[in-house]
């Protein structure tokens, strides 16, 4: 068993000179003290270091699905040139912030605009990538980000199959969702079993499209 | 005082007859959230490894100036600091696990197995016991981690490390990888270590 | 209206459907440790949710006022040092994680001796768990929950003020409390059975507990299909 509890009392003894010293409050303090900077140079070099690498990570993670997202999987290699707009839509007294990227070929043609989207899923907040076009028409193709659905079911949402059916999708009608087959253009097929993930990121992408739709222009 | 192990002696005693999560029940809270999958499994024990040897190291070489009363804060300020570092790390060069991780890299810091192996080895010890003591630790802990994860992950998914080992045929037991199926695994996988050390 | 919305979906979240011990595994040592009769439970689970709603007021202001890019205490600290633009641009979250553990600490301990020296009824209750929640990733973790959703958040108007903030903290330890008491009953009727002698103890705890985590599954989904029902959802507000 291990022993949890090993602090002792102090025993009243005679001290020398150096064991005085070594345990008085100053030489303690000053350990601390020591120590407490040595860690901050060692964290502030790691900071300065690595926080360059972290950034580009972080936009990376956005940044490289963009093209795959426009331009559909086949001619994802091209490369795009990428600007990041905040944009701010006014929505019931309450301001709403979207992140867009303007993404334009190297001859400056514009290819269309991604943005983030975020919204409530089943489980938690579905985070999603919502491509479109440069007239914000069609909607070029959706990613997911980060969703914590249940695994079997609602986590279906993050294939390829079913997140196909959002490309090409006209912005002019709202989507819905219907349970086994689409009949109409506007319609996505409900994940059997998780339909209510299948609302959630519906409704996020509509609601998203919906804000957007006269903000973006070429 | 007892007489304290020697350093090979700390190192096979943490990989089975100390084993941190199935004999000294520490540190469960990572050791349930991470074992839906073996990768974030051995990343976990991997960030371990890096706190507990370094941590172990700089209290073994500082143990000639602690004091009782001081103790706990030079070691929980020793730990944040390298969970700090190995937090920023896996976030440069591995940023995908460190996402899926999220806030149990930092929970580190709380993992009760840590500060135990400073107070019961580092504190001391030498330096070469205390770095054995914490290469020994995490590999039991890597091991138990491991074992977990494996169930888990083959029974939810039919996957080791996201190759397939059984048939496509395989109905995935979701259970296994949601909360319920990571207490299930490590109760019956305690009660299992329990009966067999019994039986020796 | 919104606002109020927005602070019962947390507290529904974090006590019942995101419940710290059942979904996130933080807290699993008091859970297994201090869950043996119901009283001791209970009074552990009031000591975890006091000093979690302290460390959350803490952890909040400090990454606000301090740590945060921008914060307004660093800018003044650092603008007798630097121009005040390069002031404005210090980031200091890699500090975090030493700040916290820190915080917590020097909190339980003044809690425990202003408890002590004002409620003595009260420290005799609950007083001998208060040393050992300093250790409880419950707090830690709460704190890096509100850490998250203050800094590098894309829309500032979702950053997390301090009243919800203290929402997640407060109803995350009822539903830790939650959890310890029904795991006490439990374990006290579990006394009285014939379990397998290699499972006594921890082992039967964590079986116990999944069973647990499974009815808590039952609750996922309610804190979305809430939402649903008090705000309008999207389909009506485009149709106008």
Known sequence: MVDMNPLKPLQPMPLSMMQYFRESYIVQGWLVLMLCFFFGGTLSGVQLKLNPIIEENKANETKQRIPELLLGPSEAQQPLDLKLHTIEVEKKGRKVFYNVYEARFADGKLAGWVTKAVGQGYADRIELLLGLDPNAEKITGVFILDQKETPGLGNKIVTEKWRSQFAGKETKQLLTVVKGGVKADHQIDAISGATISSKSVTAIINTAVNDLKGKLRG | MAEQPTASERFIQGILPENPVYRQVLGLCPTLAVTNGMKPAMTMAGAVLFVLVCSNIITSLIRGLLKPHLRIIVFTLTIATFVTIADRFLAAFMYDMSKALGPYIPLIIVNCIIICRCEVCASKQGVFTAASDAVGQSLGYALALSSIAIVREVLGTGMIFGYRVLPEAWPDWSIMILPPGAFLTLGLLMGTVNWFSERK | ?240
């Open chain 3, 1 to 240: 209206m919104n606002y109020i919305v927005d602070i019962l979906l947390i507290a529904i979240s974090a006590a019942l459907v995101n419940n710290f011990v059942l979904y996130y595994f933080v807290g699993i040592c008091p859970f297994i440790g201090v869950s043996r009769r119901v009283d001791m439970a209970f009074g552990m689970g009031c000591a975890v949710t006091f000093v979690i709603s302290i460390a959350a007021i803490l952890s909040w202001s400090i990454t606000v006022f301090v740590l945060a890019p921008g914060a307004l205490v660093t800018k003044w600290a650092a603008g007798f040092f630097v121009s005040a633009q390069e002031a404005a641009q210090i980031d200091l979250t890699i500090l975090c994680y030493l700040v916290y553990i820190f915080a917590i600490a020097s909190a339980v301990q003044f809690v425990e001796m202003y408890v002590r020296k004002f409620f003595p009824p009260l420290y005799k209750s609950f007083g001998v768990f208060l040393p050992l929640i300093t250790t409880n990733c419950a707090i830690l973790f709460a704190c890096l929950t509100i850490m998250s959703k203050v800094v590098g958040v894309d829309n500032p108007a979702d950053a997390w003020d301090l009243g919800r903030s203290l929402t997640l903290a407060v109803f995350g330890g009822v539903g830790f409390t939650i959890a310890i008491v029904i795991m006490a009953g439990i374990r006290e009727e579990l006394d009285l059975c014939d379990i397998p002698k290699p499972f006594k103890g921890p082992a039967i705890t964590m079986i116990v507990a999944g069973i647990l985590a499974m009815a808590f599954m039952g609750f996922t989904g309610v804190d979305s299909g809430l939402k649903n029902a008090l705000t309008p959802p999207a389909q009506e507000d485009v149709q106008k």
